[in-house]
DNA sequence: ACGTTTCTTTGCGCCAGATCAAAGACGCGC
DNA sequence: GCGCGTCTTTGATCTGGCGCAAAGAAACGT
């Protein structure tokens, strides 16, 4: 993974950020071959795709795109961490999905032909790669194995909606709660000692966007856990002391 | 489509229903051609893919397999409508999902190599077509837009999964059954004199289970509706009479 | 016709969690 | 160090809609 400089860049327009994170070469394989996403697909393809792809660097706070455009272009995160908000008609807002390394990003809309449906915002500086709407669909049709992918990530994708709406719809706000502070720890968290720590910035604020509860309860709710020693941290900053303690919430009756 | 006859089988093994629904040829594009997903498909590649097919006939009540097997098919329903019940770990239902003509049932889990996560019933006599995951993939590879369809299929359906998480964790009740209802009459309902029917049985039980509300709440809301006359029918049987009126509600503050 | 089953309506009490309100903590820029 | 903005905690109150209970009403089988 390209190492880059760490100047304070904001709200930059999309070519001066990409100017910034290529040195004018096309990318080779190299760079995605490491990634979950394209292990089915051999050296040639990977050239092939990384090719023609345009590498984005997102400093954080900064949106990939914004909910409402038309799609211009589908994304696979490399590094980093992207929150995906959608504001409701009335200014309500959800956070639909969170996107690490070897997620697509944009895709949905891309192959719907519908307006982006939510605002991809960076948690941490991240590193994305680009391509336009035409050119994935030519990658897919060059190459079988790609199309593969993208639908066994969809699929992924589609199954943790489900379990999230299964969730939302049947579950007390404490256990949807645990749900996705266990589904944070999986998917994002790193080992330290004395528990698995959520390797991004998340707010109480971000945790009740993401489960449909309001600030206030989420605060009260991880209190009670804290006093417990099922969770530590504090401002913006959660770490999973007991994560067997966590499940047995998440799941008991 | 086949007329095909309508004796009461019940509970017929798979294998049972398959040689019931197939005089023992194979199938040739025109059973498919019809249907949107394929538009982008030529009449080879409609020979190709219907001829790999396994036609099945559902009658009302009888699912097209269980939430928890591992994935031996994939479905598309020709006719009829199925809708596709997910049952958590303590026992609860949730309705995930409505399928009707053209859309695409298993594949998720197909394409994730997961079990099912949800039993699909049909709610009416219905007809789909089969392919075992090898097969399809292998179709999938031969047939470049027919990856592309699948891709899209799962796109508008990523779509309405969010649609529907964001309802549920921003809405309240009224509004969240008032979209359910829309979305009802928008994707299987006909215009009758009067309104707009919904053209499959519908009870409340299922309107509850669709919007994470209890069958009680459903029913005190629609009967409100019903003195207002916004909507009508009786058992199992829901006409949409003021389209406006149920809009207003649905999305007025 | 009859009972059985499935679906629907309606009433009442209660509680989880939203809403309103306000005061701490922590970090950052100047 | 100080002020300001962001994030968090905690309390008090209010209410939507769930849980429980029970009684209709339409379809179905025998």
């Given amino acids: 993974m390209p190492s880059l400089s760490c100047e304070p860049l904001r709200h930059g327009a999309p070519e001066e950020r990409a100017r910034q994170a290529t040195p004018g070469r096309r990318l080779d394989g190299s760079v995605i071959r490491h990634l979950d996403f394209f292990k089915e697909l051999d050296d ?27 799609p211009h272009a589908l994304f696979i995160v490399l590094s980093g961490r992207f929150k995906a908000i959608q504001v409701t008609p009335e200014g309500r807002q959800v956070v639909v999905r969170l996107a690490g390394p070897g997620d697509l990003i944009g895709h949905v809309s891309v192959f719907a032909e519908k307006p982006y449906p939510a605002t991809p915002t960076a ?24 199309s593969l992918a993208v639908v066994r990530n969809m699929g992924r994708f589609i199954e943790e909606a489900h379990t999230r709406l299964r969730e939302s ?38 945790l009740a966007l993401m489960t449909g509860a309001t600030l206030h309860t ?36």
Same sequence: chains 1, 2.
């Fill in 123 to 146: 948690a941490t500086e991240s590193i994305a790669l680009m391509w336009s709407p035409r050119t994935f669909i030519a990658l897919m049709a060059r190459h079988p194995p790609l």
């Fill in 218 to 253: 989420v605060s009260r709710v991880l209190s009670a856990w804290e006093q417990q020693g099922v969770v530590g941290g504090g401002r913006q900053h959660l770490v999973l002391r007991d994560p067997q303690a966590l499940a047995r919430i998440a799941e008991e009756c």
């Fill in 44 to 70: 040639s393809a990977l050239d092939d795709i990384a090719g023609a792809a345009r590498p984005e660097r997102i400093p954080r706070g900064e949106a990939l795109f914004r909910q409402g455009e038309p």
């Fill in 169 to 206: 719809s049947t579950e007390r706000v404490e256990r949807r709660i645990a749900h996705a502070v266990l589904r944070l720890a999986q998917q994002a968290g790193h080992r330290v000692d004395g528990g698995v720590e959520i390797s991004f910035p998340m707010t109480r604020q971000d």
